[in-house]
C-alpha cells in the first residue's frame, strides 16, 4: 500500500544532487486550531550541482470541532538555507524585512515566491499547477559577522486554497548551498570519487547557531503540527544508469524504480504525525558516474597493479643485472687468459682460472682443446662430463680435471690427483 502511495505522490520535482533541511510551519496566532497535512517534501535529484528547486505541497486540516473560519491567518515557513533567486516579481512584504532587520540580523536576500494550487487529479503527473493570486514574501538572512550561513524566513498570505480539501498549495524554492559532499580521505575519493549527502525531512531548524532558533523560541507557541494525513518525504534520483545509491536511513525508507519519470529513481519516507517538534529526516549518499559502468575504481586498481609489478621488477633487475655483470667479468677473464700451446695440458692450478662457473662448452674446447674423455648422462639430460688429465709438473704423479656441464654451461671443476 504504501508504495502505491509513493507513486501517486512523487508530483511536484525539481533537480540537482543535494543536502536538505527540513522545515517548521508557524501560525500567526498562537496554540493554532489546525494541523499541517498532507504534506509532500520533494527534492528532485540529477548530476548537476547547481541551485536546488525543493517542492513543498500541503494542505490545512481543522482540528476536531473547528472549522474553515478559524484557519484563515497567514502562516510562516522556517527554512535554514538561503534562497538563490526569486520566483515571482515584486519585493518582500515591508514589514518582513523590518523585522529580520530589527532583531540585529543581516539580510543577504528578500524577495517573492510564486504559489501554485494543484488539482488532486494532477498529483502523479508532471503538472506544476496553476499560479494563485497571491505569493509569498521571504528574506534570507545570517548573523552579523558569522560564518554559518544564511537561513530563510517566509510569509505565506491566507488564500482559501490553504483549505480546499481537492487541492493542494505548492511552493517552489530555489536553494543554494544544499549540495555537501561527504567527508572522506583521499584515499576514499581517488578509489571511489566524490560522494555526495542528500538529507530531506520535517521538523528540523538545523544548528541553533543558523538563527532559527530565535525566530522559532520567540514564536513556539505557534507551530503548527502534523495532522494524521499521508505525508512523504521524497527524493526522486534522475539518470539512475550513471546513479549509486551506497546507503539509505532510517531502513523504513521505500526504494523502487521511478513509475513517474523514465530513468529515475525513487526513494521515499513516510511521515508520522506529532504533537511536538520532532525531526523526521531521510538521509541518502549517492555519487553520479560517467560511462556505461563507474570504471574509476577499476582504472585505479589497475594502476595500482601496474605500479607494484613495475616497483617488482626495478628490484628484481637489480639482482637481474648483478648476474649479468658477473658473467661478462668471466668472460672477460677467459678472452685474456693465454690457451693452451702445441696441444699441451695447463696445469691443475690454470685449470680453475680458464673455466670460471657459466664458461660454454665451446669456450671450455677452445681454451683447452678436446678431452681426453667425455661423458654424457642420458637420464636425467642436459649433462656431460669433459675429463682432461695430464702429469704435475714437478714430476709427482698424474692429475685429472673434470669439467662437469649442465645444459652446455660449466656448473663445477673436480680435480684428482694420482701419485
Not at 501560525?27 to 540529477?46: Q, T, W
Amino acid at each position: 500500500m504504501t508504495k502505491a502511495w509513493v507513486a501517486l505522490a512523487v508530483t511536484l520535482c525539481a533537480a540537482a544532487p543535494t543536502t536538505i533541511e527540513a522545515q517548521v510551519f508557524l501560525a500567526s496566532e498562537p496554540s493554532p486550531r489546525f494541523l499541517i497535512g498532507p504534506l509532500f517534501v520533494v527534492a528532485n535529484v540529477s548530476p548537476g550541482l547547481g541551485p536546488v528547486t525543493v517542492n513543498l505541497s500541503w494542505s490545512l486540516t481543522a482540528r476536531p470541532g473547528q472549522g474553515s473560519a478559524d484557519i484563515a491567518q497567514d502562516l510562516y515557513l522556517l527554512w535554514p538555507a538561503e534562497i538563490a533567486e526569486r520566483t515571482a516579481p515584486g519585493p518582500a512584504d515591508p514589514e518582513l524585512v523590518r523585522d529580520i532587520e530589527g532583531r540585529g540580523f543581516a539580510v543577504a536576500s528578500s524577495g517573492r515566491l510564486m504559489l501554485r494550487t494543484r488539482d488532486r487529479m494532477q498529483v502523479g503527473t508532471a503538472a506544476l499547477g496553476d499560479p494563485i493570486d497571491v505569493t509569498a514574501s521571504y528574506v534570507s538572512f545570517a548573523r552579523t559577522g558569522s560564518q554559518s550561513g544564511a537561513v530563510t524566513f517566509i510569509k505565506i498570505p491566507w488564500t482559501p486554497r490553504l483549505v480546499d480539501p481537492l487541492s493542494l498549495v505548492a511552493l517552489g524554492m530555489p536553494l543554494r548551498g544544499l549540495i555537501v559532499p561527504k567527508a572522506a580521505t583521499w584515499i576514499d575519493e581517488l578509489f571511489w570519487g566524490r560522494r555526495y549527502v542528500l538529507t530531506t525531512g520535517f521538523g528540523d531548524l538545523g544548528p541553533p547557531a543558523l538563527g532559527l532558533f530565535a525566530l522559532y523560541y520567540e514564536r513556539r507557541h505557534q507551530i503548527v503540527h502534523l495532522a494524521r494525513e499521508y505525508s512523504l518525504v521524497i527524493a526522486n534520483f534522475g539518470d539512475s544508469d550513471h546513479l549509486k545509491l551506497e546507503e539509505i536511513s532510517p531502513a523504513t525508507a521505500v526504494r523502487r524504480q521511478s513509475r513517474v519519470r523514465a530513468g529515475g529513481e525513487v526513494v521515499a519516507l513516510a511521515l508520522l504525525p506529532a504533537e511536538d517538534i520532532t525531526a523526521q529526516s531521510l538521509r541518502v549518499q549517492f555519487q553520479y558516474f560517467g560511462g556505461r559502468i563507474n570504471w574509476r575504481p577499476v582504472i585505479v586498481s589497475v594502476i595500482l597493479i601496474l605500479v607494484t609489478n613495475f616497483a617488482g621488477v626495478l628490484i628484481l633487475s637489480k639482482d637481474v643485472s648483478r648476474r649479468i655483470r658477473r658473467r661478462f667479468r668471466a668472460r672477460r677473464r677467459l678472452a685474456a687468459a693465454p690457451g693452451p700451446r702445441n696441444g699441451a695440458r695447463p696445469s691443475r692450478d690454470a685449470v680453475g682460472a680458464l673455466i670460471p662457473a657459466g664458461t660454454s662448452y665451446d669456450d671450455v674446447v677452445a681454451r683447452l682443446g678436446r678431452p681426453d674423455e667425455e661423458r654424457e648422462r642420458v637420464t636425467p639430460p642436459g649433462r656431460r662430463t669433459m675429463i682432461y688429465r695430464g702429469a704435475n709438473g714437478n714430476g709427482a704423479g698424474q692429475y685429472e680435471v673434470a669439467v662437469e656441464l649442465h645444459d652446455d654451461r660449466v656448473r663445477e671443476v673436480t680435480c684428482v690427483t694420482t701419485r
